[in-house]
């Protein structure tokens, strides 16, 4: 019985030994495991050009979602895009995308949301149309693009 | 005429009167049925004088000698049942040193609040986005993934469009690779 005791007593004193997470390995998978997102958002007119334009980049995990809030007068753009590390080493871009938008002429605000998912490597660009894609059209209408690049979050890369 | 079961007894026994003895003798050599009984008799005595021989007196010496040779040496006794003596001062110092880890294992983590580790000075450990420098403690790596989870300040960017601009739904929304993109246009 007192062996029995004295077994379970010297397991629990050395408990953190047997358990315990090293910080350097805590550090380590942080290091091997964020990433690094680049979204460059754009305000294209009816041909293509770009007339307004912001960057930003955000460090995350993956599963863990980057939100884009864009506002102007009459539209509201919430864009969550959210990595996920495939295991080969891919990226699973999910894009969530809500517009509010609201009529010159009238009072009338409409709602749409939508959410798409595209695989891409590390580094290659996608961009996602939360208003769609401008067809050809006679009057100056503006459009809205987000180009996101996923990278590892690496120091040495720079930018 | 036969003789009962103790007369003939008595007889095995040398125990008969001289006479009475040789009627005895006489009338067996003519009777089997006493014959028989003698010869059981005979039988059951020598019986009695072979499991008187082989009883052992059952002495300390004897007992203790039998109880040794019973444990084989090659066999020897699992962990739990061996005897395991701690002397009271070996336990009373493995009582102190378990109670003093207890108590610097319960101060430590009552007087270090990981939620808001810093990294050190140090620039090198420190996760930073362009513009919003993290702190994220790191004494596990479970309170690493809950501090982006549940961390106050969201991932986050807000931009405000230039205006007033004439923004129209032109279709439904589209998601695609930037050289898919440029190669349809």
Known sequence: ?159 | MCFDGQTLSAFLDNELESSKYLIVKEHLQSCSDCQKTIDLLQSVSSQVKLANNQVESFTKETVWTRLSHSTSPGRGLDFWHRAFIISPTLMISLSFLFIAILGASLFFSIFNDSSSFPFSNNADLSFESEKYPLEIPVDNVEKVLAYFNIHDEPLEFYMQLPGPSDFVIQGEPIFLKKTDYVAER
């Open chain 1, 1 to 159: 019985m007192i062996k029995k005791i004295f077994v379970v007593v010297s397991l629990f004193l050395f408990h953190n030994l047997v358990y315990g997470v090293d910080i350097n390995d805590a550090l380590k998978y942080l290091e091997e495991n964020s990433l690094n997102i680049k979204i460059i958002t754009r305000v294209v007119d009816e041909q293509g050009l770009t007339i307004w334009n912001a960057n930003m980049s955000k460090i995350t995990i993956s599963g863990k979602s980057v939100k884009v809030k864009l506002q102007g007068v009459n539209i509201l753009v919430i864009t969550d895009i959210t990595p996920y590390i495939r295991y080969d080493n891919t990226i699973l871009l999910v894009s969530q995308g809500e517009v509010w938008i609201g009529s010159s002429e009238s009072d009338e605000m409409n709602h749409y949301s939508t959410i798409k998912s595209l695989p891409v490597s590390m580094g290659e660009s996608a961009l996602f149309f939360p208003l769609g894609v401008i067809k050809a059209v006679d009057r100056k209408i503006y459009n809205i693009e987000l180009e996101i690049q996923v990278n590892p979050n690496n120091r040495d890369s720079g930018e």
